[in-house]
Every structure is written in structure tokens, then in C-alpha cells.
């Protein structure tokens, strides 16, 4: 059974759409990968199981189911209760993620204590015990400090801490590498594979980075233009892709055994083709 279900999610603005009928599934314990380019929708699916759409932007149709409830269903405090009680968010930028003014530890505890009613020295040990989790030395400094005198690294495992602190079901990382270099990009997604296997969390995983997909995923969903355009298991889908544009994803893909390689752009006739596909679902839509 499914703990994510995502059943013909549209939104927009106004008459413009965003999300075009997205359908997807995330068990407990899966990793899930939403792939595509910049502007896919990718985030947009974040967004919107969390809550967190932008003022413009609506939910025009469809149903997200969170543990079988329908969070679409729900007025607006019971929603933020359910969506605080079993999921959490990876942001992308550590730096804008956390608050410049306020310390390290109440960041990590507010949500243990505002959101789920625990007492404050019961939030700080749980704190303290997930930033020994994530690899941070001197955790009770760190607790004391502000964001920054924090490395990069650093300010990112402390906001993979605060998404494990209340033990969530399902944990959404959008992109959570993005501002970090190669070196402890590979340290930071080796440890939310780590937590998410301990944990046993459903993890939906933003990313248009093929080759973390084949490392960290069971699941993929490939949009282009708020649009599915495949889905299904990871290794079915680098064994044999259906649809030309995950092939061209692929084949665009930098291969690291031969790095003076030339990059190979998505065809013009095949964005044309999966444009086209959804010029002709808005026709329909209408």
C-alpha cells in the first residue's frame, strides 16, 4: 500500500497550467525520484502535497492521499496538522532555509514543540541526538550557534536533522544538493540514503541528476512541462526507456568514464514531439 498517492493533480494560474493531471505513487520505505528539466513541475509536486504553493498558484483538480487521507478534503488547520505530523521537508539552499536570526537548536526543536506539543528538554535531546546522527561534531555547540558560522555542509545537515527530528513518514527533498560543492554533495546524499534506510521513511526526491536517480531510487516519475511523460521501476527504466524524451534525458546524460566527452543536448524534434503531446492534452482539457 501506498503512503503517497497523487491521483490527477492539476494546478495553474489562472487559465495557464502548471501540473497536468499527475499521477504517482510513494510506498513507505520507497525512494520515489520526480525527474526533469528546470520548470518541469518538479517542485511544483513538492509544493503542493506540502501546502506550500505560491499565492498565484491553485489546485484545480485531483486528490493527494497522505497515509489515506485525502489532505485535499481537509480545512486548512487540519491539513497543516496532518502534513506536520507525518512529513518533512529537505530544502534546496541551507543558507535562505534557515532563519539568519534565531540559533541552530531552536530551529531544530520549534516543530517537536510548536507543531506536535513535546516539552522543551525533551525537543533538545531529541535535537542533540539527530545532530550526533547526522555526523555533526560537538552537537551542543552547534545547537548554541547561529546559522552563519555554519559551513554549507554543515547548515544542510542540520536541516536533514530537523526533517528526521519527528520521525516522519514521508520526507520530500527537493534538490537538496544544489547549493553545495561536488565533494560534500556526495556526503550529503550518502546520508539521507543512510537516514531514510534507518528510518524506513518514504523519501520523494527532486532531482534532475540521472545518475543519483540510479543510486538512490527504486521509483521514478519523468515530467516535462507539469506533465508525466514515464514512470515506473529505475532499473526497468535505464534497462529500456518507452518515451524518446526519457531516452534523450539519458543520452544527454555526462558520462564520468569519459569526462572530455562532448554533452549531448535533448534533440529540438524531440522537445517539439513532447510539446506537441501536451499541446494536444490542453485541447482536450479544455
Same mark, same amino acid.
Given at each position: 500500500?501506498?503512503?503517497?498517492?497523487?491521483?490527477?493533480?492539476?494546478?495553474?494560474?489562472?487559465?495557464?497550467?502548471?501540473?497536468?493531471?499527475?499521477?504517482?505513487?510513494?510506498?513507505?520505505?520507497?525512494?520515489?525520484?520526480?525527474?526533469?528539466?528546470?520548470?518541469?513541475?518538479?517542485?511544483?509536486?513538492?509544493?503542493?502535497?506540502?501546502?506550500?504553493?505560491?499565492?498565484?498558484?491553485?489546485?484545480?483538480?485531483?486528490?493527494?492521499?497522505?497515509?489515506?487521507?485525502?489532505?485535499?478534503?481537509?480545512?486548512?488547520?487540519?491539513?497543516?496538522?496532518?502534513?506536520?505530523?507525518?512529513?518533512?521537508?529537505?530544502?534546496?539552499?541551507?543558507?535562505?532555509?534557515?532563519?539568519?536570526?534565531? !540559533? =541552530?537548536? $531552536?530551529?531544530?526543536?520549534?516543530? #517537536?514543540?510548536?507543531?506536535?506539543?513535546? %516539552?522543551?528538554?525533551? @525537543?533538545? *535531546?531529541?535535537?542533540?541526538?539527530?545532530?550526533?546522527?547526522?555526523?555533526?561534531?560537538?552537537?551542543? !555547540? =552547534?545547537? $548554541?550557534?547561529?546559522?552563519?558560522? #555554519?559551513?554549507?555542509?554543515?547548515?544542510? %545537515?542540520?536541516?536533514? @536533522?530537523? *526533517?528526521?527530528?519527528?520521525?516522519?513518514?514521508?520526507?520530500?527533498?527537493?534538490?537538496?544538493?544544489?547549493?553545495?560543492?561536488?565533494?560534500?554533495?556526495?556526503?550529503?546524499?550518502?546520508?539521507?540514503?543512510?537516514?531514510?534506510?534507518?528510518?524506513?521513511?518514504?523519501?520523494?526526491?527532486?532531482?534532475?541528476?540521472?545518475?543519483?536517480?540510479?543510486?538512490?531510487?527504486?521509483?521514478?516519475?519523468?515530467?516535462?512541462?507539469?506533465?508525466?511523460?514515464?514512470?515506473?521501476?529505475?532499473?526497468?527504466?535505464?534497462?529500456?526507456?518507452?518515451?524518446?524524451?526519457?531516452?534523450?534525458?539519458?543520452?544527454?546524460?555526462?558520462?564520468?568514464?569519459?569526462?572530455?566527452?562532448?554533452?549531448?543536448?535533448?534533440?529540438?524534434?524531440?522537445?517539439?514531439?513532447?510539446?506537441?503531446?501536451?499541446?494536444?492534452?490542453?485541447?482536450?482539457?479544455?
Amino acid at each position: 500500500m501506498s503512503f503517497l498517492t497523487i491521483n490527477n493533480l492539476r494546478a495553474g494560474i489562472g487559465t495557464v497550467p502548471i501540473l497536468r493531471d499527475v499521477s504517482l505513487s510513494v510506498a513507505p520505505g520507497e525512494v520515489h525520484a520526480l525527474v526533469g528539466e528546470s520548470g518541469a513541475g518538479k517542485s511544483m509536486i513538492g509544493k503542493a502535497v506540502l501546502g506550500t504553493l505560491p499565492g498565484a498558484v491553485s489546485v484545480t483538480g485531483g486528490s493527494i492521499l497522505l497515509d489515506g487521507e485525502d489532505l485535499q478534503s481537509l480545512p486548512p488547520k487540519a491539513r497543516r496538522r496532518a502534513i506536520g505530523a507525518k512529513a518533512a521537508l529537505i530544502p534546496q539552499d541551507p543558507l535562505t532555509a534557515l532563519n539568519p536570526a534565531r !540559533r =541552530v537548536g $531552536r530551529q531544530i526543536t520549534r516543530r #517537536l514543540v510548536d507543531i506536535l506539543g513535546w %516539552r522543551k528538554p525533551q @525537543a533538545q *535531546a531529541r535535537a542533540l541526538e539527530l545532530l550526533d546522527e547526522v555526523h555533526i561534531p560537538d552537537p551542543e !555547540r =552547534v545547537m $548554541r550557534a547561529y546559522p552563519h558560522e #555554519l559551513s554549507g555542509g554543515m547548515r544542510q %545537515r542540520v536541516l536533514i @536533522a530537523s *526533517a528526521f527530528a519527528a520521525e516522519p513518514r514521508l520526507i520530500i527533498a527537493d534538490e537538496p544538493t544544489t547549493a553545495l560543492d561536488v565533494t560534500v554533495q556526495k556526503q550529503i546524499l550518502r546520508l539521507i540514503r543512510d537516514m531514510q534506510a534507518r528510518h524506513g521513511t518514504a523519501l520523494l526526491f527532486v532531482t534532475h541528476d540521472l545518475g543519483v536517480v540510479a543510486k538512490l531510487c527504486q521509483s521514478l516519475t519523468v515530467l516535462f512541462g507539469g506533465k508525466v511523460v514515464e514512470e515506473g521501476r529505475v532499473d526497468a527504466f535505464f534497462a529500456n526507456p518507452t518515451h524518446a524524451y526519457s531516452r534523450a534525458l539519458l543520452a544527454a546524460t555526462p558520462k564520468y568514464t569519459d569526462p572530455d566527452g562532448s554533452l549531448t543536448p535533448v534533440p529540438a524534434e524531440i522537445i517539439d514531439q513532447v510539446q506537441a503531446e501536451i499541446a494536444a492534452y490542453d485541447r482536450g482539457a479544455l
